[in-house]
């Protein structure tokens, strides 16, 4: 089935056969990687596939996005790390519950680096910075005391820069290189600013990761798998192909419009979707997600000419702007995630429907240049 709106894992997940026995390995070398790909590209969903996939896997999942200060980030860390010695919410009980955590912290042979954690955690004057690092060593502690390794998804990192100063990653790199029971996993979806943490040799964590750059989905594989899942139904979707095509692989949103094609049938007993009935579920997807579309050329209002060259681009024209405010425009878009770079002078929008909504007169996206086959 198709679906949509969270991480999808098990036997609702549409394998990248490319991609998957590379992920793998990585994992069961503990070897630490990161992969980089636009929001909506599933980063999130391939990953908790595989770790959810093998019960012998010990992991944790943070989201930086979610956190608003580097202090939360430690907190969220910290908490993880003890519920894998079986104690949870250990920061709520060291201000609610001591007896009972002091004597389960004895059991498990955690006291000392509790006894460190619980001194910090009531500084009045923390250094934050020092805590999240300090977080980072309990989850490898308590990996050590258990002897396991523990897999380590940080998803949306380079927020962390929105969250610290720019010092957190020497900071960072230096504590976790020396984490042998670990295997760190991050994901970001700026990916400029992911390739600047992870790529360039003055970076602090240049060399630390394996680098994935997550590409659209496959779009034979989700055809054959699509057309699998429609067969069942007895259901014939005309130029299906050609849609995955003209959605370029672009994952969630060639799922949503597969799901919505999918419910229309089963709701009302259709066996054939013909090219008109495809269109019209195109449109309405597309309109569907137009709050987000909104989202993003909001974001793009926020800096000067930035809509105008993302209009251009979208519409292969040239933009009127001198070759270094284009530039510095370029560079902007890219670090908010919009476009992407694919040779010299030449860039792509990362979101597909955003991309055919800036091509439409008047935004009217009833208008699209959708071939019927």
């Known amino acids: 089935m198709f679906k949509t709106g969270k991480p999808v894992t098990s036997k609702d997940f549409i394998d990248r056969k490319k991609h998957l026995p590379l992920f793998k390995t990585y994992i069961e070398e503990n070897q630490s990687f990161m992969i980089k790909a636009p929001r909506r590209f599933g980063k999130t969903s391939i990953i908790k596939h595989l770790l959810e996939s093998n019960p012998s896997y010990e992991f944790v999942y943070i989201d930086i996005k979610r956190v608003s200060t580097i202090k939360s980030l430690a907190n969220n860390i910290i908490n993880e790390a003890y519920k894998i010695s079986a104690i949870d919410n250990f920061l709520y009980k060291v201000k609610n519950s001591m007896f009972d955590l002091l004597k389960s912290l004895q059991k498990f042979k955690i006291d000392n680096i509790a006894e460190i954690t619980i001194k910090m955690y009531e500084k009045d004057d923390i250094d934050e910075v020092e805590y999240f690092l300090h977080s980072l060593d309990v989850m490898n502690t308590i990996a050590i005391k258990k002897n396991i390794n523990i897999k ?70 989700l055809y054959i798998y699509s057309k699998r899942v429609f067969d069942k139904k007895s259901i014939k979707v005309h130029s299906l192909r050609y849609l995955l095509e003209y959605l370029g692989g672009h994952p969630d949103y060639s799922l949503q419009v597969l799901q919505k094609l999918y419910f229309i049938s089963i709701a009302n007993n259709i066996k054939e979707l013909k090219e008109k009935d495809v269109y019209t579920v195109l449109i309405e997807v597309i309109q569907s997600n137009q709050a987000y579309i909104d989202e993003l050329i909001s974001k793009a209002k926020q800096k000067k000419h930035s809509l105008d060259v993302l209009y251009s681009i979208a519409n292969n024209e040239k933009s009127k702007l001198d070759s270094k405010s284009l530039y510095n425009v370029h560079c902007s878009l890219e670090d908010m995630g919009l476009i992407k770079k694919i040779a010299l002078g030449e860039y792509i929008i990362n979101d597909i429907f955003l991309k055919l909504y800036l091509r439409q007169k008047n935004n009217d996206v009833e208008l699209l240049d959708y071939e019927y086959r």
């Open 152 to 221: 380590f998804v940080l998803d949306e990192f380079q927020d962390i820069l929105k969250i610290s100063s720019n010092d957190v990653l020497d900071k960072s790199r230096s504590v976790m290189q020396h984490h042998k029971n670990i295997t760190y996993i991050f994901l970001g979806s700026i990916e400029t600013i992911m390739t600047k943490i992870f790529e360039k040799k003055s970076s602090a964590f240049f060399h630390f990761a394996s680098i994935v750059d997550l590409p659209p989905l496959d779009i034979d594989e």
